[in-house]
């Protein structure tokens, strides 16, 4: 499968139009939405998408014979085909709708996580969202296996060096976060693969992250697995997806039980639905998959490239602007690197300065962003983030960065 063809130039002001939520006031203030890493803010199209389900078509999916149950299962799964295209997989049924990468990771960990005997081991990092830690904390205290952390060097890179020697003949999964939600470090996919297979282990990517800011074959990456969530692809919330190699949804066990994912019940055994569908236990959201099939259109319509070099931009706005506010420690200063900006202030906690910003209508996230590990690496129990999207601009990070030396001058 191959992506659609781009056909929009990147007109800012115009892809600016088509979020309604952009139009808001906070607090006498244009809303300056920075908080993108956490959710992004939906288009009209995908709005639309939504609502027209449950205005004309909504009806369960795949097993009604009536008008709408067919449509609905039609769009349905055209999004399915919609998320391979855009992942760069093969074959749609190598995709698992889910909730998002949350459930996904779940998923794996669930099902792969049957196969682990005592002193197995699986490698994750210190850069982990929880979502990709405690999966599979629970995987191996069940098993028996054994949780190995990959250090992460003080710019805040992967440290390949401790990677390799982590590796041993009972490391059986490496589950490694893609891109970064607090460093926005881009990580050597490709070679983690190659280091991870070299020793027979299977290799899972969290793309929560780069399935927004990059193209991503997962095809040309070689990863086993690979998840990811719609709703800060710009679409909603609910529905995600997991992409699995090979025949690895077929070696698999189903995690979850019910209907959808049975090919027949008798009282004493069960027998499975083929995949994907082994793995889609339930009524799915309906209208949120088809919600992010929409999102994955509008995405698509842009050249990738162009939309990177547009956010990239802003990024180094922000970082060359930090560099005039005192006190400020940036967290996560590799080189390839996407569009988040972390960092502490010292004499303001990072709550303080985000309420403080909002006041200005400017909306960061502040806290551990899930990923309480890499605080700890980095000696601080939470940071400021700005995260940048298509739809932002330079004028937003000159607001932000104005906003911010409003706000650390009544703190400090």
């Not at 939470?382 to 409003?406: G, H, Q």
Request: hydrophobic share 45%; proline share 3%.
């Amino acid at each position: 499968m191959t992506a659609m063809t781009p056909v929009k130039t990147l007109d800012i002001n115009a892809v600016r139009t088509e979020f309604p939520i952009l139009q808001r006031e906070i607090n006498g203030n244009p809303l300056v939405y920075l908080d993108n890493a956490a959710s992004a803010q939906k288009p009209e199209a995908v709005i639309e998408a939504v609502a027209n389900v449950y205005r004309s078509s909504y009806a369960n999916v795949h097993r009604g014979l009536h008008t709408l149950a067919n449509e609905a299962t039609e769009a349905f799964e055209g999004a399915r085909e919609k998320i391979a295209s855009f992942l760069g997989a093969e074959r749609a049924d190598q995709i698992v709708l889910t909730r998002g990468a949350t459930e996904a990771i779940n998923l794996v960990a669930n099902s792969f996580g049957q196969s682990l005997k005592p002193g197995d081991e699986i490698v994750i990092s210190q850069m982990e969202h929880h979502s990709n830690i405690v999966p599979w904390q629970l995987a191996a205290q069940r098993a028996g296996a054994v949780v190995k952390w990959c250090p992460v060097t003080e710019t805040g890179e992967l440290d390949y060096d401790a990677l390799m020697a982590l590796m041993s003949e009972r490391t059986r999964m490496v589950a490694l976060v893609h891109m970064s939600n607090v460093l926005g470090t881009v990580n050597q996919a490709e070679r983690i693969v190659r280091l991870a297979h070299d020793n027979g282990a299977a290799v899972l990517l969290d793309g929560s992250q780069s399935a927004v800011h990059l193209p991503v074959n997962v095809t040309e990456l070689g990863c086993d697995f690979f998840v990811f969530t719609g709703h800060k692809l710009y679409g909603p919330s609910g529905a995600g997806a997991l992409y699995a190699a090979g025949d690895w949804l077929d070696r698999l066990v189903p995690w979850q039980g019910g209907g959808e994912m049975i090919a027949d019940v008798y009282e004493d055994h069960s027998t499975w639905a083929d995949v994907p569908h082994k793995f889609e236990a339930g009524t799915p959201a309906i209208a949120d998959v088809i919600g992010l099939g929409a999102a994955i259109d509008w995405v698509s319509h842009f050249d990738r490239a162009e939309v990177m070099a547009h956010e990239r931009a802003l990024l180094d706005r922000a970082m060359q602007g930090m560099a005039d506010v005192d006190g400020v420690k940036l967290i996560g200063t590799a080189q390839d690197k996407g569009a988040i900006l972390s960092f502490a202030v010292e004499g303001a906690h990072a709550h303080d300065l985000a309420q403080l910003l909002d006041k200005y209508g400017v909306a960061v996230r502040a806290g551990h962003h899930c990923a309480q590990p890499l605080m700890r690496r980095f000696n601080v129990d939470s940071t400021l983030r700005a995260s940048f999207a298509i739809y932002n601009t330079a004028e937003e990070v000159d607001a932000f960065l104005e906003a911010l030396n409003k706000a650390k001058s009544f703190l400090i």
